[in-house]
C-alpha cells in the first residue's frame, strides 16, 4: 500500500479533476488533495504545502504545465510528478520528461488502464502509457550512429536497473560498487544515450530491447 499524505492535482477541467480525486481516493487514499485550476494556483499552493505527488495538466488556461514542473520537482524533490494529458506528440513528451517528469499518462485511458499505470508508476515500473510506450518504439527507433553506439556491460546494467524503477543507491547495492560509481556509469549512459532522466532512460531501455514496456 502507497502511503501518500497530500497530492496536488492541477487541471483546469472540473470534471476531470474530480476523476482524478476519485481516482486517487481509491488507489492511494490520501490524506489531503489539493486542486489547482490554473499556473497561479498551483504556484501559490508549492509555497504553502509539501506535496508527495502531483498530477499536472499541460495544456492551463495561464501557461503550460512543463512550466511548473521544474518548479514542482525544486521544492519537492523527493515526490512524484506526473502529467496527465491528452497530448500524445513528440514535443509535448519530451519537454515533460525533460522538465523532470516523472511518468506521462493520457486522459483517454481506460480507469482500469490509468489505475494500473498510475500504481505502476510508484511501484517504479516504465512509466508511461502503454500507447505513449509503442508511439516511443517508433521516435525513438534507433539512427545509424545509435546502432553503433556500444555500452559497457556496467553501463547497460546501471540502465536497465534505473529503468526497472531501482534508485542509484540500490542499483549500487545490487551491482557491489559503490554509490559513487554506480553515479559515474549513470552519467556515462546519459551521455551517450543523450538523455537526461530516468523516464528518458527508460524510453531508451525500451527501445534497446534491455527491457519490454510491460516489465
Known sequence: M???????????????AQWLHAQLDAQLSPR??????NLTQANASLRQHAYDLALVDLGLPDGNGTDFIRDFKAHNPQALCIVVTIYD??????????AGADGYLLKDDTEAQFAAQLIGILDGQPPL???IARYLLQHFRPSSNEQDMVLTQREADMLTLTAQGLSTKSAARQLGISYHTARGYLKEVYRKLH???????TC??????LISPDQ
Open 2 to 16: 502507497h502511503t501518500m499524505n497530500h497530492v496536488l492535482i492541477v487541471e483546469d477541467l472540473a470534471d476531470i
Open 32 to 37: 489531503y488533495i489539493t486542486h489547482a485550476e
Open 89 to 98: 506528440d513528440a514535443d509535448h513528451l519530451l519537454d515533460a520528461l525533460r
Open 129 to 131: 502509457s502503454a500507447s
Open 195 to 201: 538523455v537526461s532522466s530516468r523516464a528518458e532512460a
Open 204 to 209: 531508451k531501455a525500451i527501445n534497446m530491447k
